[in-house]
């Protein structure tokens, strides 16, 4: 007797993958079905009788992963971050879930140092100047990066990755990661702080940590009024570490110089945001993970964990 064929539900309507990326369910008796859903609802609909889903932006809640039960087991996210997903319910229901832990880390690295670079010397506004047919520098002060200091909010592979970036601008770097291994931060010359030092003495705080119940509004009206006036802020993570009206009222009022944003809480914004309006601010579409190279090793890495996570399924039983 053949064995059952378990369901995948793609909810990112993917049709075609690498080949690379099917290479890894070989030998699993497996049935890909795309569907576009990313409400609690959409994806209920979407996966009922599935064995596992592939997500991305979809939001994986106890309320979907109790609807899908008895078969949902598991849940293969193409990236890394995992706020979308109630991991503590999965524990509870014995749904085992993946993710691409070295997914985009160069990319997103290089886009930080973009922003910063970008804020530091006021890019945008003078280049949008020029096309204006202005052609007249910056209208705020500007400081070199060469012999400031950096701080690193996490210091995963990304915030490594980063780190190693800002120390060849001639920056010194510190971090603020209650999880990091000293022995790797001294390695990469990086002193470990606390975060009210780290806030207090950067001149470009850097935010590379995952958003978590302990890092949501990690950078509030408190922590900005720690920073330096001069003080630039950069965040390739998620909106949800930054209080975006404080953020807003700070780079008004002269609390901190500039900020380089890839994302925001609510995406895309709505239009009358507070940050929309300011010269002071460059946001771009959380796009920091993309690349060609980044989109392909994405869809062969979900595969990859989908596999592991099936086969691990099959040798529980």
């Known amino acids: 007797m053949s064995e059952r064929e378990m369901l995948v539900i793609d909810t990112t309507g993917r049709k075609q993958y690498p080949p690379e990326a099917l290479a890894h369910l070989k030998g699993l008796p497996v049935r890909i079905e795309p569907a576009k859903a990313t409400e609690e609802d959409e994806v209920i609909e979407a996966a009922r009788g599935a064995t596992a889903i592939l997500v991305t932006a979809a939001h994986v809640t106890r309320r979907v992963m109790e609807a899908l039960q008895p078969d949902l087991r598991v849940v293969a996210r193409y990236g890394v971050g995992l706020d979308r997903i109630d991991l503590d319910a999965a524990r509870e229901l014995g749904v085992e879930v993946r993710n691409v832990p070295d997914f985009c880390t160069n990319e997103v690295a290089d886009h930080a140092l973009a922003l910063l670079l970008a804020v530091a010397r006021d890019i945008v506004p003078q280049a949008l100047r020029v096309a204006d047919g202005q052609w007249r520098g910056s209208e705020r002060a500007l400081h070199r990066l060469a012999g400031g200091v950096a701080g690193v909010l996490g210091l995963g ?149 989908l596999a592991e996570g099936l086969r691990n399924l099959r040798r529980q039983k």
């Open 157 to 305: 592979d990304i915030g490594t990755a980063v780190a190693r970036r800002v120390a060849a601008f001639g920056m010194a770097v510190m971090a603020h990661d209650p999880y990091a291994d000293r022995q790797h931060a001294q390695s990469l010359g990086v002193r470990l702080v606390e975060l009210e030092t780290l806030l207090g003495e950067a001149d470009a705080v850097l935010l590379t940590c995952p958003l978590t119940d302990e890092t949501q509004g990690m950078i509030d009206a408190e922590a900005l009024a720690l920073m330096k006036p001069s003080a630039l802020l950069v965040n390739t993570s998620r909106g949800g570490l930054i209080d975006e009206d404080a953020l807003a009222e700070a780079l008004r009022e002269g609390g901190i110089a500039a900020a380089g944003l890839d994302v925001l809480e609510q995406e895309p914004p709505p239009d009358d945001h507070a940050l929309l309006p300011l010269d002071n601010v460059v946001i771009t579409p959380h796009s920091a993970w993309a690349s060609e190279e980044a989109r392909h090793e994405v869809y062969v890495g979900g595969l990859r964990e």
